[in-house]
């Protein structure tokens, strides 16, 4: 199905006329011309004025609808500012100016702009009303799937060659895969979008950083950081600062990853303050918070990392998953305080609001284990509990890389100190296996 918008006009109200099962005679009629002229014009040879093709326009029932070359060009223009609006997440102004041009469904032949229009129609659904660390519904990702089904067919029987459909679509669907948490999948179709060089400096930013991302959850901050940092350093203007403080964030966390305390400290603090000034989103700012302290318990700055967190337990009470994480990084704090009693004080806290929730009992017990490390019951509940459970054969988030990285060091440390060495070596296997992870990757 090739793209046809440079047909003659004549022929483009031929195909329309057809596709609504009207006549020359009825159109004739409602134009008050004869059929033969009907004729002539369809066969272009006879001069369309644009007050007759008004009336033609109004007798098809399209009178919005893009017709000539100018008109096209601006329905094109109008999709790419949508796209903008979506990567900006101004949903509600992308659906309002999707709605606007609906019209173009009427157009058989406009193949190109009707692929556009439904892939940018895709990516507010896909982005609407996205939560952080909300599961969609079995429901929403029947919905993707009928959307992106619909999707495949259409780019199937498209044998244009646009730029912008093929890097939009590969997207798209990178996008659908990470609905369902398909990260491989995820990451060869943003791929394949990146390969795809376009002009578009904000779209190729949005597409490396959902591949930065991706990295990220496969636990490899180093190329993560090749693609956060050319994101970061491509996507400008006045609607890039939620872009912006997203990007900043991840790069943030790599860097922290791979020991790079100080970039991470500046990105850190700087996407806080902003946070602070500009949004209101408590979700957002206590995640800022919460990262910001963790690194503060890296460089030492117990007192600064308390102070933060009390700021994010207190935004975060009504959302268990930032409330765990801002309480297990207080324990931290204080551990390394030797604020004993406040530390065993908020660790059976701790235990006790986190029933019902294995993963974060085992969290909080970690860090119980991690502050009497010396007893032989601690050293073994984190080889044998703690390890599989950040590192349970699958490739751990980078958020779970730190934790693991620590608590092999710690662990390997206090068997070399007893002359375990057998033990000691293999901690230290893992710590290789580790690090090997973050460096090399699959292709």
Known sequence: MANQSTLPIGEKIRQIRKEKGLSQVNMATAIGKSQSFVNRIEQGQ????????TEIKKFLGIENAPLLEHEVTQYQNRLCICNDMVIANRM????IMLQEMFPVEELPYEHELIILRALVSAGILYYKDELYGILLTDTQLAEFTVVQQNLDSLFSSFDGESVLVNQLYNYIKGIYYSKHHDLKNTLLYYKK??????????TISRIARAIGSCYISFGKPFHAIRYLEQSLSLF??????NHNAAVSAELAICYETVGEYEKAKELYETNLAALRSIYGNKVELSKALVNTAALYNKMNKYEEAVSLLDQSIALTKDIKQMYFAALSNKLDSLMYLQRTSEFEELLQHCLSIAQGNEFFIKAFETIGHIATIKEAASMEYLEKVSIPLFYGGEKPHISSLTMLIDICKALEGQYRKKRQIKNANAIAAILRDIYEGMIFVED
């Open 92 to 95: 509600t102004e992308a659906e």
């Open 46 to 53: 006879a001069d369309c004025t644009q007050e007759l093709l």
């Open 193 to 202: 979008a990146y390969d795809i060089k376009t002009n578009e400096a904000r």
């Open 236 to 241: 400008s203007g006045d609607r890039s600062d």
